[in-house]
């Protein structure tokens, strides 16, 4: 963790759809090899980061990959702080990643910093919500920390991005979110993944940020799902003492690839 004086240092990985089996494609791509390569790349990182972050659909709708999913994340030797996504299994999550260093984590301090990792899945859909439990965590979390700055993680996008196809999965109650925000003036930043790509934005001073995947990439600003050509990536963030923060997306090509770049995806 930082000292007084230096950054906590975090890196945010995001929407890996994982599978039980290797060697796994998501629309042409080699799901295993692109998180393979980002997670060598996160461990390659000088200085290293504190912890990671995985923001969500850690796996591919199969609740018998989350065995596979701790031991490939364990390998980097780093604690990771997992949140469910739509494609997740938060029962099945629960009781997988309840402990040691791949946990899903809900609240955590390090430094002048808090991070709130809420929940934004909701059962049967792709759609995100905000449980009235999630807000109240934050708001919590918020009132008895105002000495903390904030970084709230969550999987869903809770704004438009844009891109319209992907906005109508966003946060449907977000509103109820930035209600809570706009009451707590340390929160700094929101996060989340979910939209398979790099998005920075801005309300009012709390700066937002999405993190591209570590499997396919989704076109920007299109009608309708198309696969991009970007290689897959992630975020690294510099959580300063003062609430000041520093950010960047690192793009990796994995060692296998192969992407149909005009073919049209399904939902996220």
Known sequence: MPTAAAPLR???????????????????VDVDAGLNAVLAHIQDRNPAPDFILATGDLVGDEPEAYGRLRQVLESLGLPVYCLPGNHDFPAVMGRVLRDGLVRWERHLTAGNWQLVLLDS?????PDGHLASGELALLDTALAVHPELHTLVCLHHNPLPVGTVWLDTMTVGNGAALFSVLARHPQARAVVWGHIHGEYTGQWGDIQLFAT???????????????????PPGYRWFELYPDGGLTTGVERVEPLTRSIALTRRVPVA
């Open 10 to 28: 975090i890196v945010q990985i995001t929407d890996f759809h994982l599978k039980a089996k290797p060697g796994s494609r998501l629309w042409g």
């Open 121 to 125: 899945s909701f059962p049967g859909t």
């Open 212 to 230: 591209p995947a570590t499997c396919v990439q989704f076109k920007p600003n299109t009608p309708e799902p198309l696969v991009d050509e970007l």
